[in-house]
């Protein structure tokens, strides 16, 4: 708005946003302007809007009391052989002391989101402050510096510089004593998940490279943590033939069923005459049917049963109906179309409200900047979905969360299945080098974690004040953090965590190469939550919480051995309603599921077709 006094032009801001909460039709035209002519000003003001006076009071009064203490804003000194002189500044959530900080050797990186061109840390202060009160660790959430000021490769090699300073200085510039080198793991959302994942791979080529020159390695995190991340800048159409292998495997079709569903019914959208196959299509055998033309039936194939001719009493009883079951077979069940193509889910969702192709097409833009040409079928920095399988083999455990309906879930589901086939190679080739037990068995769970969430978009933690289902998701992030450092102190406070929020109350010097400088298909639910069971109101902790407040909770909570029994039993609730919110998450129905829903949005417009299937005239 063209309005150059800020408290009327804030004011304006809040009119609009009422009105065009009552006027959607107006507020879609709106929308669809906007991100026609999208420019970096446009993202900005957009996304910064929760860190206004306004909303960021409203968003303070909702969200639960976590810590006692606020965030810190901290400056992180370069390495000396870096390129750039330049402090990294950043945001430590840590609910203690600083002097308490010298008694931790454990660390949270977090490299926030904003399509590289927007938001900082306090953007995010949901899920920070929820890691940083239930794991009671350091978070230290990196404010890089964000294109198009600074282009690729600057933020990568920003976050990169601060990876080594924590190892170089074994943590003294954050406040740990300084005596051990910290373990960390590193998280990303959206945009930071891609720098996050590649500043790993940064890590790992540089230590081949050491190896070879008897220098000192930089150890890789403990563990990746990666939400939503946007992996391939490569936007294409069509999803390759070894990516679709990767979604379509065995070991992962049953959580994957409903984004394979969803990429069949691309084809069966476009043509409604032609009828869907049953998910027991094609696997069934009858014996009294011959083998198809061209086939081959060994006599060691144990899986089929031995062909034999039908008796005479068959015959007689099947011929005399024999054409007209023909024919009735014929106009009830047409021969089934079959394709090989698989839409990306970038384009399969291009209606998405929260991240359309427009604002990606924009964000890698300016990302890459106006002077850069990088090789987006190579450039592994840019992309991580490209990379070698030796650095992905080397990879520490990742966990991937992402929505069902995210236009980014085919980078989630084809990263997360590159890094299990590179995994399960390297496994065996271990094994077959005799430097494994012949015994031991492949747990793709050691290395690979993957949650899709059913009928949710991009960006949902960062509505967690608003949509308090957000809280279980962040939970479930401290309980992955806390699982891979194996310090068992997440797991007392999750699900007090989940009641209190769902209530709403409440080492060394070395040389790396560094690179130069130079919503969802279905309109009406753009956003649409999961439904999950309401955690059951705890007794012990949630009255008490409820009535004397946040201080008396965290002092209950932190007792000796008078709560050990209560901890127990809400641990053991904790777990109950855990399960039930598992099942929730990864049920989903069948293997086709997200392949054939994939377009229901898009071809369902183009063919008549309303959202419930009715064909308008």
Partial sequence: MKIRTKWLRDLASIVFTLYYLIAAEQADEKVRKVRGLLTVDHLRVSWHKSTTPYLSFVTRVMRPKLTRYPPRAIRIPRPANSSYKDPTNAWLYFDGPLSALKAHTKVVLDIPGGGFVAMNPRHHDDKLLGWAARLELPVLSLDYRKAPEYPYPFALNECYDVYQTLMESQGRCIGLSGAAVPSIIVTGDSAGGNIATGMILMILESNQHQRHTSQEILPPPEGLILIYPGLDMNIGNWMSDEQMALIQDRRTRKRNKNILRRKSEDYYNLTPDTPHPSDDEGKTFSPILAPKAGSVVTADDKSLPPL????????????????????????????LLKTRLAMSSMISYFNDRVLTPEMMRAMIILYVGPHARPDFSTDYFLSPLLAPESLLSNFPKTCFLTGERDPLVDDTVIFAGRLRQAKHNHFIQRRELGLLNPKDTFDEKDHVEVTLIPGISHGFLQFASVFPEGWNHIFRCARWIDEIFGT?????????????????????????????????????????????????????????????????????????PSRVKGRRELRRKGMECGNQREKSLVSLASEEDLLGRRMKGLAGGLMGMSNDGAVTP
């Fill in 308 to 335: 034999k001719p039908p008796t005479d009493a068959e015959l007689d009883l099947v011929a005399p109906n024999f054409a007209d079951q023909s024919t009735a077979l014929a106009s009830s069940k047409p021969r």
């Fill in 488 to 560: 068992g102190k997440g797991r007392a406070h999750t699900s007090e965590a989940m009641n209190e929020a769902m209530s709403g109350e409440k080492y060394h010097s070395r040389h790396h190469s560094r690179m130069p400088t130079e919503s969802s298909g279905d309109e009406d639910h753009p956003l649409e939550m999961s439904a999950m069971p309401t955690v059951q109101t705890l007794d012990d902790g949630r009255d008490d919480y409820a009535t004397k407040g946040p201080n008396y909770f965290t002092h209950k909570r932190r007792q000796g």
